[in-house]
C-alpha cells in the first residue's frame, strides 16, 4: 500500500519535472514581447484565413511562408492570428525546439487595446478550455504548426461566417479610427 504510494508520488514528481522542463525555454533566444507588441487584425496583412505581421520587420519572409502551397518554417518575429485574442510569435531559432520556437497567446482585447492573459509553450489553454499546442502539433510537419484549413488539425467549431464576424469585430481597431 504504502509502496504504491511511494511509487505514484515518485512517477508524478517526474511528470511533474518533465512537465517544467517543457516550459523552460532559452531565454538568449527569446523576443521581447509585451502588451503593446500586438495590434488590431485590420493593422496586420491578411494571407488568406489569417493575418501576419513581423515583429523583426521581415515582413516579406513571413508572407512568404504563410503564401505558399508548400509550408516551410516561419522566419522568427513572425507572428499570426485568425482571430483576436490568440496569437502565435516566433522567436528566434532554439527559443524552444518542441513547439518549433513558437509561443501561444491569449489576449484580452478591447477598444484600449491587447493584454496579454496567458502565454507560453505547450501548456497554454484557451478560453474555451482547449490547449494551442494540443491542437497546433496536429498540422502536418511542413506547416510549422499552423493549421489553416487542410493541414491536419481538426476543424475549430466555427463557422467561416463565424469566423470573420470575429475578425472585422476585432474591437481594437476603434483605437486606428
Ligand atoms: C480545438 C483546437 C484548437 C485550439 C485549442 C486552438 N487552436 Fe488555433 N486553430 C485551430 C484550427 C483548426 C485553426 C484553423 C482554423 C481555420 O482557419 O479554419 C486555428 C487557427 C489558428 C491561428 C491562425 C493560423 C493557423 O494555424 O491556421 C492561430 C494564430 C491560432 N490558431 C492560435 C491559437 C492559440 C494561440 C491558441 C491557444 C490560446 C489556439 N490557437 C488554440 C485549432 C485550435
Given amino acids: ?5 511511494l511509487k505514484k508520488s515518485v512517477l508524478l514528481g517526474s511528470a511533474l519535472l518533465l512537465a517544467s522542463q517543457a516550459f523552460t525555454a532559452d531565454t538568449s533566444k527569446q523576443l521581447e514581447i ?8 485590420g493593422a496586420m496583412t491578411k494571407v488568406g484565413e489569417f493575418f501576419v505581421a513581423n515583429l ?3 515582413l516579406d519572409a513571413t508572407i512568404a511562408i504563410a503564401s505558399s502551397s508548400e ?4 522566419p522568427a518575429g513572425s507572428m499570426v492570428s485568425l482571430i483576436p485574442s490568440e496569437v502565435m510569435v516566433k522567436h ?5 525546439p518542441e513547439t518549433n ?3 501561444f497567446f ?11 492573459a496567458v502565454r507560453g509553450t505547450t501548456e497554454v489553454i484557451n478560453q474555451f478550455g482547449g490547449n494551442c499546442f494540443g491542437c497546433h502539433q496536429l498540422a502536418r510537419p511542413e506547416w510549422d504548426l ?14 467561416r461566417e463565424q469566423i470573420h464576424g470575429i475578425q472585422s469585430g476585432d474591437p481594437r481597431c476603434e483605437m486606428k479610427e
Fill in 34 to 41: 509585451t502588451d503593446d507588441s500586438f495590434d488590431c487584425l
Fill in 1 to 5: 500500500m504504502q509502496l504504491s504510494f
Fill in 106 to 116: 491569449e489576449l484580452s482585447v478591447s477598444s484600449t487595446g491587447s493584454k496579454i
Fill in 56 to 58: 523583426l520587420g521581415d
Fill in 71 to 74: 509550408g516551410g518554417r516561419y
Fill in 101 to 103: 520556437d513558437w509561443e
Fill in 92 to 96: 528566434q531559432e532554439g527559443w524552444n
Fill in 146 to 159: 499552423i493549421c489553416g484549413t487542410d493541414h491536419g488539425c481538426a476543424p475549430l467549431p466555427l463557422s
